[in-house]
């Protein structure tokens, strides 16, 4: 698919214990209490800006270990062009 814009976003969930953050591990028992972007936490994740009319393709990478991710898509049309490590 050509698209005029080209873009990753990484998904990461951590467990935060005090002063320290680990990756969340359910098989320990850590579930995530604390969630990233690109490696920054809301609000200061990053802003996708694009003109009226261009398109976009977004890859989503999931590097977390517990949870599927699931995306909703507010653009007038969207599809999904591949999908990897699903069940």
């Avoid at 002063?19 to 098989?27: D, G, I, N, Q, R």
């Avoid at 802003?47 to 398109?55: D, L, N, S, Y």
Wanted: a positive charge.
């Amino acid at each position: 698919m050509k698209a005029d814009l080209d873009y990753t976003i990484q998904l990461q969930e951590w467990l935060r214990r005090r002063v320290l953050t680990y990756p969340a591990m359910l098989m320990e028992g850590g579930m995530p209490n604390y969630f990233t972007i690109n490696g920054k936490a809301y609000p200061a994740t990053d802003t996708i800006h694009m003109k009226v009319g261009q398109t976009i393709k977004v890859r989503f990478i999931g590097t977390n270990n517990n949870f599927g991710i699931r995306c909703i898509s507010m653009a007038a049309r969207s599809r999904v062009v591949a999908v990897d490590g699903s069940r």
